[in-house]
Every structure is written in structure tokens, then in C-alpha cells.
Nanobody, 116 residues
Framework: QVQLVESGGGLVQAGGSLRLSCVAS????????MGWYRQVPGKQRELVAT???????NYADSVKGRFTISRDNAKNTVYLQMDSLKPEDTANYYC??????????WGQGTQVTVSS
């Protein structure tokens, strides 16, 4: 069982920055994939970025060059640095954890709102 606690969401002007954090606790396996997804009302949840325990990274095209995902394995924490934010980045952002056996866990979500 893995618990995910997110923080860092909020309200920001277009062009501004936010940093999201997600701390994993419980039965956290050292080999895993953590990532961020986002969802707006009436739309499907979409991938933002993922990072493996060996630091292999994947970004959605829409955020490439603006967002940076990183992790601190000693703290079981994943970060999402969000720069040059746009109104279309407004969404509920969810932290995700996938373990060795295909088990997956989700955080509660944190709201990011970008004003124009």
C-alpha cells in the first residue's frame, strides 16, 4: 500500500511558475515509476510527465521545454517544476505511482489555476 501526498498547487498568473511535490509513503519499492497527470472537467486525464527510479523521463509534447520533473529517491519524493505557465495548463494535477507488479496509486489531486 502506497500513500501519496501532494502539495504546491495554487493560483498563478500566466507566465509564472509553480513547483508541485508528491511524497510517497508506505510500502514504497525502490524500483518504480512516478509521474504527474492532469484533468479538466469533462475531459480525460492526460499524461504530463513520468520519471523512473533510474531517472528516465518522458514528457507530454504540450509541456516539453516548460515543465521539469525530478525525484529524490532518499525522500521518496517527485517534483514538477512548472515554468512559463499558460491558462490552458489549468487543471487538477494528480501524482501517480506504479510499482514492480503493475500496482498503481493516485494522489488526491491538487488544483493549478493559471489566470490570463
Amino acid at each position: 500500500q502506497v500513500q501519496l501526498v501532494e502539495s504546491g498547487g495554487g493560483l498563478v498568473q500566466a507566465g509564472g511558475s509553480l513547483r508541485l511535490s508528491c511524497v510517497a509513503s508506505g510500502t514504497v519499492f525502490s524500483i518504480n515509476v512516478m509521474g504527474w497527470y492532469r484533468q479538466v472537467p469533462g475531459k480525460q486525464r492526460e499524461l504530463v510527465a513520468t520519471i523512473t527510479s533510474e531517472n528516465n523521463i518522458n514528457y507530454a509534447d504540450s509541456v516539453k521545454g516548460r515543465f521539469t520533473i525530478s525525484r529524490d529517491n532518499a525522500k521518496n519524493t517527485v517534483y514538477l517544476q512548472m515554468d512559463s505557465l499558460k491558462p490552458e495548463d489549468t487543471a487538477n494535477y494528480y501524482c501517480n505511482f506504479r510499482g514492480l507488479v503493475g500496482s498503481t496509486y493516485w494522489g488526491q489531486g491538487t488544483q493549478v489555476t493559471v489566470s490570463s
